[in-house]
């Protein structure tokens, strides 16, 4: 795609979910437009009251779908998605149906529930919302305060996986653990990913603090597999995991990542499970951020049939490299056109930017690197400019179509202290900063043009991952 190609902005209102054609496409299309509509004027994601009540009086309505199925509970500040992709993708190789539950979506409401590896059918979206109501109506009238954005969807979820049914739930936490909507499974195996500083005004301003919210999660006799976390973090899971004897596998004591090499198109990785080494495995996503994700991923398949068999066997290697061979992760270092080259990641915090930095350098071949960021205001922007600042040239600040969005006259002004002025476009609307960062990276020096990194909100990325796949 050149500078000289149009795009168009994505419509108004809440992102749209594309509908398959056919006779039936428009009918479900505006059923799925109208629940959009109606989980919109609940609480949003970011508005909390820090109870279980709603969810567990509608959980208990509904029959306790959510213990009808194992289940393997994530939680972390940053890897949760990439992480419980590749859970999915193991646990679907060796035959296992499985439901995924993450958030938030990069372009399509129906992305945050899976079956066995796809977006729930929109038609069965719908139906399941429909099922429901009943029940939220009551909930609703009795409870002080409504069922939240988040719950609804959590609700949904448990239920469809029930009726698919499956054999194992993978669950992503939505924010925090122990109070969040998704915590009223018993979730067999725990997955902690990294613990960094993340919603301060929720959770707690010190990874310790956040830590403890986030060992809600480890429930009575569970396994719980730890990546790598800062040491305030690690006691205070440890901590948790003794209260409730837990079983505990910790990454580079118990498992970890031998070895990995770059490759054009991700990374080849060895790894070392609970059960064995796992040679030359194939890994289509970049940066050694995913190679960690790998290895916790592979842990806690490991342990979940350990938990059936109690002991830790060696996975079928073939089956380990044909699953981890299909990974997807899409906005995490996603390329999305090659001249120049385009990459989308959702980084949103300092410690997911210094990840997607130090990453980038493998998928670039450029020392001319356009940054095109749109950020929340509620996020630490200045920490997240300064951790792409010494990787762009050049960075265009924009504002995505979110009502948390920081305004972009307010990005610029950040991004003119941390990157100098002389180095800082501004364009209010995405469109308009995809195509300066576009014609910006072909002036690169030399044979070779330079490249354009998309990032600063999962809203940014899914709104041009919309505009650059429809062009």
Known sequence: MTANHALHAPPGGPRQTKMPAGPEGPVVDDALRQIEQELAERWGETTLEPSLNRISALMHRLGEPQRSYPSIHITGTNGKTSTARMIE?????????????TSPHVQDLTERISLDGAPIPAERFVRTY?????QVATVDATEEYRLSFFEMLTAM???????????????????????????VIDGDVAVITPIDLDHTDRLGSTVGEIAIEKAGIIKRDATVILARQPADAERVLLKRAVQVNAIVAR????????????????QIVTLRGLGGEYPEVHLPLHGAHQADNAA????????FFAIKSRQSPPLDL?????????????????????????????????????????????????????GVVGASADKDVRGLLEAFEPLFAMIVVTQNSSTRAMDVSELAIVAADVFGRERVRVEPRLPGALETAIALAGEGHGHTSGGVLVTGSVVTVGEARLLLKSN
């Open 89 to 101: 993708a193991l646990l679907g190789a060796l035959e296992l149906r499985t439901g995924r539950y």
């Open 130 to 134: 429909r099922t429901l109501e009943p």
């Open 157 to 183: 979820a448990y239920t469809a996986f029930a009726d698919a049914p499956v054999d194992v739930a993978v669950v992503e936490v939505g924010m925090g653990g122990g109070w969040d909507a998704t915590n």
């Open 251 to 266: 990454a580079e004591l118990e498992f970890g990542v031998l070895s990995r090499r770059v490759a054009r198109d991700g």
């Open 296 to 303: 916790v991923a592979l842990a806690a398949v490991e342990s």
């Open 318 to 370: 073939n089956t380990v490299r044909s699953a981890f061979a299909t990974v997807t992760s899409p906005g995490r270092l996603e390329v999305v056109r090659r001249s120049p080259l385009v990459v989308l990641d959702a980084a949103h915090n300092p410690a997911g930017a210094r990840a997607a930095a130090t990453a980038a350098v493998e998928v670039f071949d450029s020392d001319q690197l356009i």
